[in-house]
Structures are given as structure tokens and as C-alpha cells.
């Protein structure tokens, strides 16, 4: 992805060009009065009043731009200096020629005005200054760029129908609120998955390519992460929060949340599995290009721990226990290959700085991994029956196991926050000017940060945490509606869902 950080103002004009002496008119460092090398019969610049702004660094800084030829650009000191100027300081060969040739036409005219031509180059923006107004499309064109990151707003519906459920601060009819949540992301699941099915139906090859391509490839986990999210809501608002009541009345459900868990656990080791060792084999990414994307195929087995923290309590005793330690394997097997990406991530932070404006949101993915882990540890540790002890010594009971995942909790918050803060002063920095779906991830990884902090507080009987989670449930329903709105709006004015807009277009 691009890691542009800042955006420059090009100009034709001697007072805003950095390459030109004020005292001496538009010839770059006045001394130099060379016109740059034409081709014999031919313009050098064949497209007459066209700025070049899309030159490689590597034309740049290679290339004289001062109107000297090349041997004498070598044996002088003045490409040492524009090698050493930033990129965005080195003007347009273009520019430079059609202020030479202006100098040429106009000889001893020197003060005669003209208007300065600018180009705006907007750094960490897929859109030039004056887009000209797209031309509409019908719904089956738009249908081919339905992408698998749709699935990011089924995640974050679902999360906030989970925060509603946990909230510590209840009053009459939240939960009511919360069910109707949790009944629209159903729908929105299946119209979504339905949509999806129509665009591989109707673009045959789409599937494939989809899979295999290197930005939207990433995003196809995020169609588990929302079975995740639908299991773990059946839980909360179909099953009876009592676990004595929940088997007596609800066996049958507690059956299905329980196959269905089995199912999710083998898919999902084969995805991360499967589509790790693809990307390993199939392409060859730069450090700069890391995104937190990366992430995104360990994070449906990771969600196994989530899910397992959730259901194991109302489980019977035999089929409780063998949830909770597939859940803690995937957790551990999760959280672990996180922290591996996490190493690359900061290294490409350290390296080539932060990730475009368009894609900062996407830092909120890095919250999620021990957010999730802290959710897991206190949930699973809870979920154990009061009576247990594998060796039966009395040496490691379930008390000893929620003290210890109380204390892993903590540690794995703490650094939830620290990427939280790294994103939310990325994307103050620098905001975003387009919609991508990618701004979903400031919602469903912040969620899991939320119901982390809830449990903390709950454990700790902490009056303070609980209302400190109960302000951040405010700001993730604001954050909700901001995203939704602007989710709406863009399929609207067909700022997604387009020709080159979506994640299926490669832009690292």
C-alpha cells in the first residue's frame, strides 16, 4: 500500500519552484541556461500541455531536470542535490521544459506574467483534486465488485449486538434493543452471502480470482469471523443465561451451538493453515506493503477461544471441558502467529512510516488479537465446571485457572491499548477523506475491547472499569452510526461497489 505521508503543490510559476533562482527567471538555479535535450524531429514532450506528475522516483532522480545533458549532470554537483531532495520537492520534467521553452519563445521578456499552472498531488488519496463525475452503472455491473470485505459490516453489527448484551449498566429494554440488532444481522448476513453467491454466479471465474488476489484474498476470513459473531449472539439472546435452566430447556439448541463449534474449529484451522501457506507460495510481498490485513486469516480460529467462552458454561460437564481446551489451543494458536505479524507490522511502521490516510483505520485491526485473548482467558476460565481438577490432587482447580487468566487478561489488555492508541492518533493525524470498507475495523476490534474491559471490571467488582466500559460502549454505537451512514452514502454515490474502487483492485 502506498506510504505517501504528505501531499505537494507543483507548480510552473519561479516563485513556488524550488529548483529556481528568483533573481533570474524561470531557469532552474539561473546559471543553467541549457534547454533540456530534444529528440531530432521530435518533441521530447509529445503531449502538449500534459504536466507529468506520474514519473517514478527512479525517472526522477536519475534524470537531469536541471537542462543539462547527461554528462555534465554527472560531473556536476547538482544531481547530488536533487537526489538528495525529497521526492515531492523535485519538479516535473515537463514543467522545466515548458519553462524553458517559454524562455526561449519569449527571449528578454522576462516580465511578462502569466498564470502559475499547479497540480495538487493528494498524498494518501485514490482520487485526483476535480474527479469528473462517474458515469452510473446498473446493479449487475456493480454486483462483480461485491467484495468479501462486505462481511466487515456483519462482524461489527454483530459485535454491537454482544456489547448491548453485556453492557454492565442494563435498563428496560436493552436486551430488547440488542435481540432486534441481532435479528438484522441475521438478514444482513443473508443478504449479503446472497449477493455474494450472485456475483460468482454471474462473473464466472470471480471466485477464484477473489481468493487468490493479493488485497481482496485477505478479507475472505472475515466471512468466518461473521459466523463467529452469529454463533456466539444465538448464545446470549436464545439461550437462558441460567446454566441449570439452559439444559433443561434448550438441550436441543445447546446441541446445535455445539456442532456448529466443532465445524467452525476444523474450517477454520484449514483456512489458516490453507491461505497462509497460498500468500507464502503464490506471492511476494515488500515489508512496506504490510498492512494489518495480514492478520486477518488466523483470526477466525483465534475467535475458536471467543466463541468457546461463551457456550461452555451452559454446556454439559463432558462437552463443556474438551470446548474450553480447543478453545485455549486455537486462542494460543492465534494470539501467537499475531504476535509474529505484530513484528512485521512495527517494522514496517519503523521503516516507511504510517500507512496511507485512506487505510489508517485499518491499525484498529492490531486491537483486536488481545482483546479478543483477554475476552477468551476470563470467559473460559469461568466457563469450567466449579468442580474441576484433572489430576484430582487439589492442586489445579478452576479458582486457580481464573486467577491466572485474570492476570493474562490484564497483561493482553494493556497492549490492546497501546495499538489503540497508535490508531486513533494515526487517524486523527491524518483522516480519511473516502469510504472503504476498511473503516469497519474501527468497530469490531474496538468491540472486542470493550467486552475485555467489561470482563475486567466484572471480575474485579471494579465500579470505575465497569462505567470507564460503559462510556466506551457509547463511543463504539457513535462509531457505529459515523461508519454506517458513510457505508450507505458511498454505495450511493458509488464511491464503492464500482470499477476500481473496492478491494479488488490491487493499490500496494
Known amino acids: 500500500m502506498s506510504t505517501t505521508r504528505r501531499g ?13 533562482d528568483q533573481d ?16 531530432s524531429g521530435a518533441s521530447q514532450y509529445p503531449h502538449d500541455g500534459e504536466i507529468d506528475i506520474g514519473s517514478s522516483q527512479s525517472t526522477l532522480r536519475e534524470t537531469p531536470t536541471s537542462g543539462r545533458s ?11 542535490i536533487e537526489k538528495s531532495l525529497p521526492i515531492h520537492t523535485i519538479p516535473s520534467l515537463r514543467l522545466l521544459a515548458l519553462q524553458s521553452g517559454q524562455r526561449g519563445h519569449h527571449h528578454g ?24 463525475p462517474r458515469s452510473r452503472l446498473g446493479i449487475r455491473a456493480r454486483l462483480e465488485h461485491f467484495t468479501w470485505a462486505w462481511y466487515t459490516l456483519i462482524m461489527s453489527t454483530g459485535g454491537l449486538s454482544l456489547l448491548i448484551y453485556a453492557q454492565p449498566h442494563q435498563f428496560r429494554g436493552l436486551r430488547q434493543i440488542g435481540l432486534a440488532v441481532y435479528v438484522i444481522n441475521i438478514v444482513l448476513f443473508v443478504l449479503v452471502t446472497s449477493a455474494q453467491v450472485a ?3 454471474l462473473f464466472p471465474g470471480t471466485f477464484a480470482r477473489s481468493l487468490t488476489h493479493p488485497r481482496e484474498g485477505f478479507f475472505f476470513p472475515t466471512f468466518f469471523l461473521s459466523i463467529a459473531t452469529l454463533i456466539t449472539s444465538t448464545q446470549r439472546y436464545c439461550v437462558p443465561e441460567d446454566p441449570e435452566v439452559a439444559r433443561a430447556t434448550a438441550k436441543g439448541l445447546l446441541v446445535v451451538i455445539q456442532v456448529a463449534f466443532w465445524i467452525y474449529v476444523v474450517v477454520t484451522t484449514s483456512v489458516a493453515v490453507g491461505q497462509y501457506s497460498f500468500v507464502f507460495s503464490a506471492h511476494s510481498f515488500g515489508l512496506q506493503t504490510m498492512m494489518p490485513t495480514w492478520i486477518l486469516p488466523i483470526f477466525p480460529i483465534m475467535l475458536s477461544g471467543t466463541i468457546a467462552s461463551v457456550i461452555s458454561e451452559t454446556q454439559p460437564v463432558a462437552s463443556g471441558v474438551p470446548i474450553v481446551v480447543a478453545g ?29 490516510r485512506e487505510h489508517r483505520t485499518g491499525l484498529f485491526m492490531c486491537v483486536g488479537p488481545p482483546a479478543f485473548t483477554a475476552l477468551a482467558f476470563i470467559g473460559m476460565a469461568q466457563g469450567l465446571p466449579e468442580n474441576f481438577d484433572h489430576d484430582m490432587d487439589g492442586l489445579i482447580d478452576a479458582g486457580t485457572i481464573e486467577t491466572v487468566g485474570l492476570i493474562g487478561a490484564g497483561f493482553l489488555w494493556a497492549l490492546s491499548f497501546w495499538w489503540f492508541g497508535i490508531a486513533i492518533l494515526a487517524v486523527v493525524q491524518s483522516p480519511p477523506k473516502y469510504f472503504h470498507l476498511g473503516w469497519w475495523a474501527a468497530v469490531f476490534p474496538n468491540t472486542g475491547f ?17 462505567w470507564f466500559a460503559t462510556s466506551m460502549s457509547i463511543l463504539i454505537l457513535a462509531t457505529f452510526l459515523f461508519v454506517l451512514y458513510h457505508h450507505v452514502r458511498a454505495v450511493i454515490v458509488q464511491d464503492i461497489m464500482y470499477p476500481g474502487r473496492d478491494e479488488d483492485v490491487e493499490d500496494h
Do not use: W
Request: glycine share 8%; hydrophobic share 30%; aromatic share 8%.
Open 8 to 20: 505537494s503543490l507543483v507548480c510552473s510559476s519561479p516563485e513556488s519552484n524550488p529548483f529556481v
Open 109 to 132: 521578456e522576462h516580465n511578462k506574467s502569466y498564470e502559475p499552472r499547479c497540480v495538487e498531488v493528494k498524498s494518501g488519496s485514490d482520487e485526483p483534486a476535480d474527479q469528473p
Open 199 to 201: 456475483r460468482f454466479c
Open 24 to 39: 533570474n527567471g524561470s531557469q532552474p538555479f539561473g546559471s543553467l541556461h541549457s534547454q533540456p535535450p530534444q529528440a
Open 328 to 356: 485455549l489451543t486455537c486462542q494460543g494458536l492465534g494470539i501467537a502467529v499475531a504476535f509474529m505479524m505484530y513484528a512485521h507490522m512495527v517494522g514496517r511502521l519503523m521503516q516507511s512510516g504510517l500507512p496511507n
Open 450 to 466: 470493550t467486552l475485555a474491559t467489561i470482563s475486567l471490571g466484572k471480575a474485579f467488582h471494579n465500579e470505575p472499569i465497569l
Open 70 to 80: 547527461s554528462a555534465e549532470y554527472e560531473g556536476s554537483h547538482l544531481g547530488d
